[in-house]
């Protein structure tokens, strides 16, 4: 058994050290393609750029400076620096009206930096971003290099968004593959949906910008854990659908498919039982979608697509996902326009049990905001470890914006409510209150301390009182204040409910009947 033992040690060993092997190879490759791509990162000056100075990247034969300008009269001067070295003049040579990317030729000597130009990436690829929001008109500082992903890209406009950081002084800066190459110009609008910045991309340039040098041949070779994550949107993305409301026709928001029913669930609040709503499915189909019912704990929805054939339902996670485990955001904001494909935003699981009053959710650096709000967050296996909202309900679905971090709810807990919903029952919210005020502080031997009790409900009425320490309630043992909170959870109102004290070294059982929370 030693011997069995220690060839599974090994094994895990090797394993463990392959992977590292690979993620340090890709870690290094991003660090050689940053290293391609910052000297070649200009700041230009004299532009009509919103009151900043823009970003640039001298491109191949090293006169030429990519950027992104507010309209600019051919000829219009500029000045052009990049750090450690004097600063040129130049002249606006090209601009193209539909999305501001503009040309600049530099005077005389030709920039020694320059960078090369690659295919336009796919959705759920990795790309290098960068700006150059420091500095002087001698370009002190240096530029800011970034990582993000293709989160979606519109085949009509060669428009793509970007799930990574921007500031206003990254406005013209250059969007790289994983090789370092230049595939796309970073632009000066967010969506309005999303929140995620625009990029436009090089291809869809050439015929307006001809100044632009064809890509090299040669697709980028992967970075692992970027094409786990893009195979397994892939997996879902069948299963991710578009849904919009009458009374708002035109504000999409995404669900997933939960079984093989045609049921969809969804995290948009406020949608009445019995109410219709138009689905459009990723392959281009348009169903209705009848409400049926919510839990409002968890303000998860559950729709009926009406018609035959219902779509594959996605594969749910049985355990939560892992801290610090990688996981892509999928939602659908596309509504009719199915070209655009998923929107992809990736990150990693920052924590399984960030708490408010109703759940514990699940918490991640992947981008979540109206778009893809009622989505999916799936891990490196195509799974779905919960259902993609903001905290609350929050207000970020009607503003559209994001602030780094995301929520999804984790699946289990819905799953018991499943039939309920398919009945068209809304599971009502009504949490249940013993009436007492706690103390934070560490108890010794555990439990949590009842510093006063509050006059007239449910604790005073079962004969608590203050200075008795709680050590369980139902099968719960409790050990501190986090376990009393997963206890009380999923109690609501007036069940009746046993809980065990600590009184004067001597343990007495009470089992009060649970008021309404307030709120």
């Not at 000597?109 to 790309?127: H, N």
């Not at 659908?332 to 935003?345: A, I």
């Not at 919960?386 to 905290?391: A, D, H, I, Q, V």
């Not at 807990?413 to 013993?434: D, K, M, N, S």
Request: hydrophobic share 45%; with cysteine.
């Amino acid at each position: 058994m030693r011997r069995l033992a220690a060839t599974g040690v090994l094994l895990l060993l090797g394993a463990a050290a392959a992977a590292g092997v690979r993620a340090g190879e890709a870690s290094a490759r991003s660090a050689a393609a940053a290293a391609r791509l910052a000297p070649a990162v200009v700041r230009v000056f004299g532009l009509p750029a919103g009151g900043f100075p823009a970003t640039g990247v001298v491109l191949a034969d090293g006169s030429l400076v990519l950027t992104w300008s507010r309209p600019a009269e051919i000829g219009h001067r500029v000045r052009v620096s990049r750090p450690g070295e004097s600063g040129r003049n130049g002249a606006v040579a090209a601009r193209d009206a539909a999305t501001g990317v503009t040309v600049v030729r530099v005077d005389g000597e030709p920039f020694p930096a320059r960078i090369a130009v690659g295919p336009d990436p796919e959705t759920g690829e990795p790309v290098l971003v960068a700006g150059h929001p420091y500095g002087t008109v001698r370009g002190e500082g240096g530029p800011a290099v970034g990582l993000g992903v293709v989160a979606q890209r519109d085949p009509a406009t060669g428009r793509a968004l970007l799930s990574c950081a921007v500031n206003p002084g990254d406005y013209g800066g250059p969007v790289a593959d994983r090789e370092g190459r230049l595939v796309g110009v970073m632009l000066a609008d967010q969506d309005p949906v999303s929140g995620l910045p625009h990029a436009v991309l090089l291809g869809a340039l050439r015929s307006r910008l001809p100044l632009i040098p064809e890509a090299e041949s040669g697709v980028a070779e992967p970075w692992p854990v970027h094409e786990c994550l893009r195979r397994a949107v892939q997996v879902v993305w069948p299963g991710v659908v578009s849904l919009a409301t009458e009374a708002e026709p035109d504000k999409w928001f995404s669900g997933v498919v939960a079984d093989d029913q045609g049921g969809v669930l969804t995290t948009r609040p406020g949608l009445p039982s019995g109410s219709k709503l138009v689905a459009v499915l990723p392959g281009g189909g348009e169903r209705t979608a009848l409400v049926l019912g919510t839990v409002e704990r968890f303000g998860v929805t559950l729709l009926r697509l009406e018609g035959p054939d219902p779509p594959v339902p996605v594969r749910f996670a049985e355990e939560p996902p892992a801290v610090g485990s990688f996981v892509a955001g999928v939602g659908n904001p596309n509504g009719r326009e199915t070209g655009r494909g998923p929107l992809v935003t990736v990150g990693v699981v920052g924590g399984v049990n960030r708490s408010d009053r109703r759940y514990d959710a699940v918490v991640t650096d992947a981008a979540v905001n109206r778009g893809n709000a009622g989505g999916v967050l799936v891990d490196l296996e195509g799974r779905v470890v919960g259902l993609l909202t903001t905290l609350n309900g929050s207000t970020l679905l009607s503003v559209g914006a994001n602030s780094g971090v995301g929520f999804a709810i984790p699946f289990p807990p819905i799953a018991g409510h499943l039939e309920a919903l398919r009945r068209g029952e809304t599971v009502a919210w009504r949490p249940g209150y013993l009436g007492v005020s706690l103390s934070y502080e560490e108890v010794e031997g555990g439990g949590v301390l009842v510093e006063a009790v509050v006059p007239g409900l449910p604790a005073e009425k079962a004969g608590m009182r203050a200075g008795d320490v709680i050590i369980s309630v139902g099968d719960s043992r409790i050990g501190g204040f986090e376990d009393l909170r997963q206890a009380f959870l999923p109690l609501r109102e007036g069940e009746q409910v046993k809980v065990v004290i600590r009184r004067d070294g001597a343990e007495q059982t009470f089992e009060p009947v649970l008021a309404l929370r307030p709120e």
